[in-house]
């Protein structure tokens, strides 16, 4: 990797743990979380849910466990998936002793509502027996009561409240000899987020979960979370994230993937360059650049793919992208790393642009790789690249053969 392509900071050091076969901390890439939304009772629908969450990028997947119904159905659901699982457990700390019964690969443990230090330990214990890791996840929803406070004496800030919920369990797991942890900090709040795991990552070496709870709906919640939790990435704070979204969970993934994309820090699928348009575009564009990003990202192979409405700015603005379109009116150019490499007419945009990305696949992957996209473009209906568009005055193209 470049410099040109390296991450804004060095990743802080942690203490790895595994979630199943998924290693958290440590020297190990960042892990894409999400959670499910079906009734987990519904072990049926569960399963389904799960895997089309791994096929969407998920690399471990969270159920909510609330009642003895939820945590009866876990053992149909465990091993019936193929990314390791994390029950969500609050108030009743019975429902994490069925779900290690079960073979959960995960719990989180919410500090705010289960108090009782003595259930807490009952749990430890046997997770301990298990291997099974525990994220301590406080949220700023669900704090332990405010103490009484002495004659002018200030609450503390309620970073520094979900700090201290959050050593007073780990204490219990390190008074048991309990090391596989994990913490998580979430507030809606991104500066209050942000302060809290500051805070933590300067206390302890457990890998941190990171998240801006209840975000919002996927317009407002993308670029909240984006925010937070790529401020944190960007300070190297940070071991798995998670989009929370008021949506279907699998359209919080490519959200999480893009957050990890834009700070050079892992790549799955294409990433898709395309200018905003402007007064000099002379194509429809926008509809050609969805059915570009529709092609790259369902074959799944890492490439830069550029699509860019005129020549002026195209080739230089994207010229690290491994392939691109600058187009025109009539006719447009292909160019690899910013080197125009073929010019083609306005109605084979979108088969050149397909084209010079199966040349770029096979060369990086092989041929299998190849045969892979081949047989995954089988399934994908893109609609013909528009006519060439009506002349519009003074918008000749400036292309040359």
Same mark, same amino acid.
């Given at each position: ?6 991450p804004l900071?060095?990743?802080?050091d942690?203490r ?6 998924v290693?958290?901390?440590?020297n190990a890439p960042?892990?894409v ?6 009734d987990?009772a519904?072990?049926?629908a569960t399963?389904?849910q799960?895997?089309r ?5 998920a690399?471990? &997947?969270?159920l909510?466990?609330?009642?003895? #119904? $939820?945590?009866?159905a876990l ?9 390791p699982?994390v ?10 002793l069925?779900a290690?019964q079960a %073979?959960?690969e995960?719990?989180r ?6 108090r009782?230090?003595?259930?807490v330990?009952?749990?430890v214990?046997?997770a301990k027996e298990?291997r099974?890791?525990?994220?301590v996840? &406080?949220?700023?929803g669900?704090l332990p009561p405010l103490?009484a ?10 970073s ?7 050593l007073?369990?780990?204490g219990?797991?390190e ?5 596989d942890?994990k ?5 809606f ?5 942000c302060a809290a795991?500051r805070?933590?990552?300067s206390r302890v070496?457990y890998?941190?979960?990171? %998240?801006v709870?209840?975000a919002?709906t996927?317009?407002?919640?993308s ?7 790529g401020?944190l990435l960007a300070e190297?704070i940070?071991?798995?994230i998670?989009v929370?979204l008021a949506?279907d969970p *699998?359209?919080e993934?490519p ?8 700070l050079?820090?892992?790549q799955?699928?294409a ?9 000099r575009?002379e194509?429809d564009?926008?509809p050609?650049?969805?059915q570009v ?13 550029a699509?860019? %409405?005129?020549?002026v700015?195209?080739p ?7 392939i691109g379109? $600058?187009a025109?009116?009539?006719? %447009?150019?292909i ?8 010019i083609?007419p ?14 770029i696949i096979?060369e990086r992957f092989?041929?299998?790789a190849?045969s892979?996209? *081949?047989?995954i473009g089988t399934?994908i209906k893109l ?7 009506p002349q ?7 292309? #040359?053969?």
């Amino acid at each position: 990797m470049t410099d040109d392509f390296a991450p804004l900071s060095p990743r802080r050091d942690s203490r790895p743990i595994h979630i199943g076969d998924v290693q958290v901390g440590g020297n190990a890439p960042i892990v894409v979380q999400t959670m499910t939304n079906t009734d987990t009772a519904d072990a049926a629908a569960t399963i389904e849910q799960v895997a089309r969450l791994a096929d969407a990028g998920a690399e471990v &997947v969270r159920l909510a466990v609330p009642d003895r #119904q $939820a945590a009866q159905a876990l053992p149909d659901i465990v091993g019936r998936t193929s990314v390791p699982l994390v029950a969500d457990i609050h108030f009743d700390h019975r429902l994490a002793l069925v779900a290690i019964q079960a %073979g959960i690969e995960g719990l989180r443990l919410n500090p705010g509502n289960i108090r009782d230090a003595a259930k807490v330990r009952e749990v430890v214990q046997a997770a301990k027996e298990r291997r099974i890791p525990i994220r301590v996840g &406080v949220n700023e929803g669900s704090l332990p009561p405010l103490p009484a406070l002495a004659e002018g004496e200030l609450p503390v800030s309620k970073s520094k409240r979900m700090v201290e919920a959050a050593l007073w369990e780990i204490g219990i797991l390190e008074e048991m000899g309990f090391e596989d942890i994990k913490i998580s900090l979430k507030a809606f709040d991104v500066p209050t987020m942000c302060a809290a795991y500051r805070d933590m990552a300067s206390r302890v070496s457990y890998p941190l979960h990171l %998240g801006v709870t209840e975000a919002g709906t996927p317009g407002a919640g993308s670029v909240r979370s984006a925010i937070g939790i790529g401020t944190l990435l960007a300070e190297g704070i940070g071991d798995t994230i998670r989009v929370s979204l008021a949506a279907d969970p *699998a359209d919080e993934l490519p959200v999480c993937w893009d957050i990890l994309k834009s700070l050079n820090l892992r790549q799955r699928g294409a990433t898709i360059i395309a200018c905003p348009t402007c007064g000099r575009i002379e194509v429809d564009l926008i509809p050609l650049v969805n059915q570009v990003e529709t092609h790259f990202q369902q074959q799944g192979h890492p490439i830069t793919v550029a699509v860019m %409405g005129c020549v002026v700015n195209g080739p230089g603005e994207a010229r690290d992208a491994d392939i691109g379109l $600058a187009a025109g009116k009539g006719k %447009g150019a292909i160019f690899r790393k910013g080197e125009i490499v073929r010019i083609v007419p306005e109605d084979q945009f979108l088969t050149a642009l397909l084209d010079e990305g199966e040349r770029i696949i096979e060369e990086r992957f092989g041929l299998d790789a190849l045969s892979e996209t *081949a047989v995954i473009g089988t399934a994908i209906k893109l609609t013909p690249t528009p006519a060439p568009s009506p002349q519009r005055p003074g918008r000749a193209s400036q292309f #040359q053969k």
